[in-house]
């Protein structure tokens, strides 16, 4: 199966500090998926990345796809309390998504 | 637009006993996934449907598990009989398209086999 490998796994950070995280894979893909998972919730999509390179933001979220294709970085800046939760990266092969391990995020006010 | 729905929320049962879950994606979604999600881990694929038919079941406990999507809209997936391990948070997500999709989750249902 592919080998999926999120980091860091969890991070406790300041409010109001910058975030980075990243997913890196031994595979090849042609989409990444960043989604966030609340407790008790599903997870929610955040960004979609389509092309080796390509460097995409939502609003305070910025995420890269790698130009190996290997690998995404997703980027958090001047975090808030709502941030918490856990970020997992699922990149897309064939006709399904490969979740990460997930990186849990926690924001001191 | 409604997101994805799932009920229950949450089920307890025994093992050995059956459970199903069930699902209804956004309307127009062709493409359906059940994933499994045990404690501290990343979502793993159980079965994709497209439309009414299986794209791919190759993770699905054929032994125990089972999931439909009659007429290509609400799906089930029933765990008979159940067993510890299953303990998880199942989700249903749905996306328009099979290349490349952009799926999107339903709440989950969590369940505990005592």
């Known amino acids: 199966g592919q080998q999926l490998n999120q980091s860091p796994q969890s991070m406790f950070i300041q409010e109001g500090e910058d975030v980075s995280m990243n997913c890196t894979s031994s595979?090849?893909?042609?989409?990444w998926l960043w989604y966030k998972q609340e407790p008790g919730e599903g997870p929610v999509l955040l960004i979609a990345?389509?092309?080796?390179?390509e460097l995409t933001s939502n609003g305070r979220l910025t995420a890269q796809f790698g130009i190996t294709r290997k690998d995404s970085f997703l980027n958090i800046s001047a975090s808030i309390p709502s941030d918490v939760g856990i970020y997992f990266c699922?990149?897309?092969?064939?006709?399904?998504?490969?979740f990460g391990t997930g990186t849990s995020l926690t924001v001191i006010p | 637009e409604a997101g994805v729905a799932q009920s229950p929320r949450y089920k307890i049962i025994e093992k050995r006993q059956s459970v199903a879950f069930w699902c209804n994606p956004i309307?127009?979604?062709?493409?359906l996934y059940w994933y499994q999600q045990i404690l501290g881990q990343g979502p793993k694929l159980l079965i994709q449907?497209?439309?009414?038919?299986?794209?791919?079941d190759s993770q699905l406990p054929k032994d125990r598990f089972s999931a439909e999507r009659l007429k290509g809209v609400d799906s089930t997936l029933k765990i008979q009989p159940a067993k510890l391990e299953d303990s998880a948070v199942y989700l249903c997500?749905?996306?328009?398209?099979?290349?490349?999709?952009?799926?999107?989750f339903g709440q989950g249902t969590r369940l505990t086999v005592v």
């Open positions: 595979s090849i893909f042609n989409t």
């Open positions: 997500a749905s996306s328009a398209a099979v290349v490349q999709g952009e799926a999107f």
């Open positions: 309307s127009g979604h062709a493409t």
């Open positions: 699922a990149p897309w092969a064939g006709n399904q998504f490969y």
């Open positions: 449907f497209q439309n009414n038919g299986v794209v791919d």
């Open positions: 990345l389509y092309k080796a390179g």
